[in-house]
């Protein structure tokens, strides 16, 4: 079992900047990619970005360049600096982590971008 805990989102002006964090507790050493999704009203939930032990990341082709997604694995946490926000991200973010054949997801922060 993992547990996920969010922190960070709330609302910025296009442009500006908003930083998530995610605290990760339970069998984090089993722990390999983490990283984030996000759902819009009226849409599927999407991959954000992720990142494994390693430090390898990954971003969805509209994020890149402006997201940047990091991890302290000696704190179990992952990051997720937002820059350039854009309306079109707002958005619920979810942080998860796959143990074995389970998906393991966070309470979710709301990220809101006026214009």
């Known amino acids: 079992q993992v547990q996920l805990v969010e922190s960070g989102g709330g609302l910025v002006q296009a442009g500006g900047s908003l930083k998530l964090s995610c605290a990760a507790s339970?069998?984090?050493?089993?722990?390999?990619?983490m990283g984030w999704y996000r759902q819009a009203p009226g849409k599927q939930r999407e991959l954000v970005a992720s990142?494994?032990?390693?430090?390898?990341?990954n971003y969805e082709d509209s994020v890149k360049g402006r997201f940047t997604i990091s991890r302290d694995n000696a704190k179990s946490l992952v990051y997720l600096q937002m820059n350039s926000l854009k309306p079109e991200d707002t958005a619920v973010y979810y942080c998860?982590?796959?143990?074995?054949?389970?998906?393991?997801w966070g309470q979710g922060a709301q990220v809101t971008v006026s214009s």
């Open positions: 339970g069998r984090i050493f089993s722990i390999d990619a």
């Open positions: 990142i494994t032990r390693d430090g390898n990341t």
């Open positions: 998860y982590t796959n143990l074995g054949l389970s998906t393991y």
